[in-house]
């Protein structure tokens, strides 16, 4: 599985018969940092995820299993969307990723 | 799923005797502004695609989950044509 931000959506008419009403997001994959790691990839929407959220999703065959019992021909599908996620930085501190959750400076209101 | 524009045709008669009467394309994966990416890569067709259109390509095993393709020798079907993109990118 993969962080990504989702970054927009596409609208197909004439598609599988099998992908019909499941959303398509494009995904924009991102490293722990938060910065933008490789292509863009076209993804299925099995969570409600929404245009601007960090997701994460899954490639290859299981793309199809959240849809079970349908099949639809799925190579990467949003099975979910992050919250927060911390990592454990060089002088063992936890750092929230994402900017909005960060705590705020704690000098801040001395 | 990837983004990719539909550039050519391939004809091939002597085939795998799973790929008759499928029709093959020349793609150019694109990014979602419609720039292009990468190298060709020949798919099957499932939506009757046309030259110059935006599709949607899946690949891989899942390749194989596109209808009619059930058992095909295939990594890469085209599964749809995209009406419309939106990318609303604000970091």
Known sequence: MQLARVIGDVVATIKDANLT???LLILQPIAASGDDAGRTVVALDSVG?????????VRGRE?????YPGEPPADATVIGIVDRWDMET????????NPELRPQNPEAGR | MILARIVGTVVATRKDDRLVSNKLMI?????PHGKVEGSYLVAVDTVDAGFGETVLIVSGSSARMASGLKDCPVDAAIVGIVDTIQVRDGK
């Open chain 1, 63 to 67: 793309a199809a299993f959240p849809f």
């Open chain 1, 90 to 97: 060089q002088n063992s501190e936890q750092r929230t990723m």
């Open chain 1, 49 to 57: 995820a929404g245009v601007g959220e960090n997701v994460f999703f």
């Open chain 1, 21 to 23: 009403g499941i959303r």
């Open chain 2, 27 to 31: 793609a150019r994966p694109v990014d």
